[in-house]
């Protein structure tokens, strides 16, 4: 493979590297003993040869040997056993070798451009990742983190790269840096014409890497240049700057945060920081203006809850007076702005009005006054709770209920008994809080009821049953948990495993035949790991990870992926968004040049819907103004249902708002999806629930008993919405480019 990096300090290369033959798979070699590898050469060629042959089965002190010798052969031979071997674990030990070579004119610049090749072409990130850190430890390795940050390398290993420059940023690179922070989106037109291939390919700067050069120059701007920068469009050059301004306690914050937290087009996240500035510049009399804006100004919900925060964390006795009295005033979200508020404040008449609230016309301030209920923990709520819990069938109602009565009614045997019987309710949310409490409460009498569950037709409710036996934590319940794991797969086979491994330490992953043999052969005699037990076999398991050859390698089924993140599921739903910014070019609106967002995101749902796994079920439930799904519910992957998919994904246009509301509805309608993969470029406009933090919410609100996983990819842009929807539901968040 041609590197993608100039070979630098041409003079100093060693002599040229011996090509391995390609002839299949190596074989597997004969264990070493110990007296063959007391007796092993003390010169490169020998140690070489020794390595060559045992590969992956050689002594990791050999391969640390070769590497101490710090000569131009010796490297060479470390370099064609880096590409001989298969393991993770054999090429992260070769991998540190090559640092050693930092500092030797004869292998320096060789070594370093090797391990800058692996940084920018191995297949395997934990490897990328590593090479960029090893060279980030060598003295000459800054030269080649700055060559991968200006390449067109994976942007997840570039941001890597740049983080580590900037880790120890020079004076003399602030040019470098500006030229980063001030490029163009989109490619720079070429001064002298060239054929398409003579011409290299420019590299693009995407919003995370014009971040971190900005941290790398941030302090060597002048105060004048910190105020222009407050004024950005990115949000952490924004933040940085701030910062800045207050580490210099310059006489321009205080105007640049009021200006940042006034200007509405800033990230909420930015303008909730300029207020705990201007809070600790102005006092008490600001506190007042926060309480009025969050009020009657008209700001997101985010800001709004984040204005609450801090008005709770500086605990003004005038205010918290202020705020009792206006608890249950104003619109929907002003009510809840206020529930936040006095949720923590100890007095008779907020009690009074969140029974009030519990009983409001709007669903989102009930749920709010719900959960206030359940947090303060008065035993006087208890009715209105099991009012609710009897009467509603709305599921965010519900969970919010019985929430608050596990809180409030913790021990109590009358409760414990409702319990038992609330795992058969008919809303999931109900039977699925049920069962993760009968587990929380240690009682091992509750592990026939928790037992029965894994039978359960749904498998959020088999999910909760299991993560209760988890916390029940008796021998009987890791029988139970290793005689269901065959009858699971994809990403529940996945939780099942992790949950077993918590408790037992071994290490037969989702091989369910295997934990039955297991169990059956020891489980009479079964204790669970101490501490330190568990910590030792963690650090084995980690080992065998690494141990392990490469399965890509190997010429294996290449995994499904989308924008990068493996498909685990067998109930998957791809909700994409075909608004009409998805029409324009990476670079954004006014960028003429690159490919177009739809176009980029057509690419990758064909190819993961082409690797997928037989027998997976998928659906695609395109959105823009209002969301219509291919497909009522998941099907089963087929080469027809492959070729109808096909057909339907080619044929997706861009036109309309952005709903992400309903995209996200329509994804949790299929009840037999587990997992989604959310990809959108713009933040809401339109639908039943435009604000971020009010769908944040909503979807945390379904979520919390379902567990569905939410994988968020923004393409284009960067969206707060997208980074919490995967944090709350146990996702991934990737950013293209």
């Known amino acids: 493979m041609t590197s993608l990096l100039p070979l630098l300090f041409l003079g100093l290369l060693a002599a040229p590297r011996h090509a391995l033959q390609e002839a299949g798979p190596p074989p597997e070699p004969a264990p070493a003993t110990p007296e063959a590898e007391a007796a092993a050469p003390a010169d490169a060629a020998g140690l070489t040869a020794l390595l060559l042959e045992r590969r992956d089965a050689a002594d990791p002190e050999l391969v640390r040997k070769l590497s101490n010798l710090r000569t131009a052969e010796a490297l ?27 500092g030797i004119p004869e292998g320096e610049a060789a070594a370093l451009q090797k391990l800058a090749d692996i940084a920018t072409q191995s297949t395997e990130i934990e490897l990328r990742e590593s090479a960029v850190d090893e060279l980030a430890g060598c003295k000459a390795g800054r030269v080649f983190l700055a060559a991968i940050v200006t390449s067109n390398a994976d942007d997840a290993v570039r941001e890597r790269a740049l983080r580590r420059h900037v880790a120890e940023a020079r004076p003399e690179e602030v040019e470098w840096y500006l030229g980063i922070y001030r490029s163009d989106a989109s490619k720079p037109k070429e001064k002298r014409a060239k054929s398409k291939d003579e011409r290299p390919p420019a590299a693009l700067y995407n919003l995370a890497l014009k971040e971190l050069a900005f941290e790398g120059l941030v302090k060597s701007r002048s105060n004048e240049e910190l105020v222009e920068a407050t004024k950005s469009k990115l949000a952490l050059v924004q933040k940085g700057a701030l910062e800045e301004l207050t580490a210099r306690r310059a006489p321009e914050l205080d105007a640049c945060a009021e200006r940042v937290l006034d200007s509405r087009p800033t990230r909420p996240d930015v303008r909730l920081f300029a207020a705990q500035i201007l809070l600790v510049e102005r006092g008490p009399k600001f506190a007042t203006q926060l309480y009025k804006e969050a009020r009657h100004g008209g700001v997101p919900l985010e800001l709004a809850f984040g204005f609450a925060d801090l008005l709770v964390a500086l605990d003004d006795p005038s205010l918290r007076k202020e705020a009792i009295k206006n608890l249950g005033s104003g619109q929907d979200d002003e009510k809840r702005f206020h529930v936040r508020l006095v949720t923590k404040i100890p007095d008779p008449k907020v009690d009074k009005a969140l029974l009030e609230l519990s009983k409001d016309r709007s669903r989102v301030v009930v749920v709010e006054a719900l959960r206030a209920m359940g947090l303060r923990g008065n035993p006087t709520f208890v009715s209105r709770l099991q009012k609710v819990l009897a009467e509603e069938r709305e599921p965010a109602l519900l969970g919010a209920a019985i929430e608050g009565l ?61 993560r209760g036996l988890e916390q029940l934590h008796v021998a009987a319940g890791v029988g139970a948990l290793c005689q269901r794991m065959p009858e699971e797969e994809g990403r529940m086979a996945s939780d099942f495993a992790d949950i077993l491994w918590r408790l037992t330490a071994k290490p037969f992953r989702s091989d369910g035949k295997q934990w039955v043999r297991w169990w059956e052969a020891e489980g009479a005699d079964f204790r669970f790991p101490t501490a330190e037990e568990f910590l030792k076999r963690q650090q084995e398991r980690d080992l065998r990870a690494e141990k392990e050859v490469s399965q890509s390698f190997r010429g294996a089924k290449v995994d499904s992926r989308f924008f990068g993140l493996r498909i685990t599921s067998h109930h998957v739903a791809f909700v994409v968004d075909v608004s009409g910014s998805m029409d324009w070019r990476l670079g954004g609106e006014t960028a003429t040049e ?36 291919w497909k009522e519910a998941a099907v089963e992957c087929t080469e027809e249902t492959f070729t109808e998919a096909k057909e339907f994904v080619e044929g997706l246009g861009a036109l309309g708002g952005t709903n992400v509301y309903d ?14 993969f959310f990809l959108s470029d713009g933040e809401p406009s339109v639908g039943e629930v435009v604000d971020p933090v009010g769908i944040r919410e909503e979807v945390k609100t379904r979520n919390q008993q379902r567990g569905v996983v939410i994988h968020t990819i923004s393409i284009g842009e960067r969206f707060p919405l997208l980074e919490w929807l995967a944090t709350d539901n146990g996702g991934s968040y990737r950013t293209y480019p």
């Not at 069962?435 to 498998?459: C, I, R």
Request: with cysteine; proline share 4%; net charge negative.
């Open 76 to 102: 060479e031979g470390l370099i064609r056993f880096y590409d001989a071997v298969e393991s993770r674990y054999m090429r992260r030990i070769a991998l540190h070798g090559f640092g050693l070579f930092d």
């Open 406 to 466: 596990i809180r409030i009614q913790g021990s109590d045997e009358a409760w414990r008994a409702q319990l038992k019987s609330l795992t058969t309710h008919a809303v999931e949310v109900v039977r699925n809080s049920a069962l993760e409490a009968l587990g929380a409460s240690k009682d091992a009498g509750h592990l026939p009821t928790l037992v029965a569950a894994l039978e359960h037709p749904f498998w959020t409710t088999r999910l909760a049953a299991a």
């Open 594 to 629: 690159g490919p177009k967002r739809m176009d980029v995101a057509r690419k990758e749902l064909l190819a993961c819907l082409e690797a997928l796994e037989a027998g997976t079920f998928f659906n695609i439930l395109p959105f823009s103004s209002s969301a219509t799904p």
């Open 663 to 676: 995209g996200l509805l329509q994804a949790f309608a299929d009840p037999a999806v587990d997992t989604i």
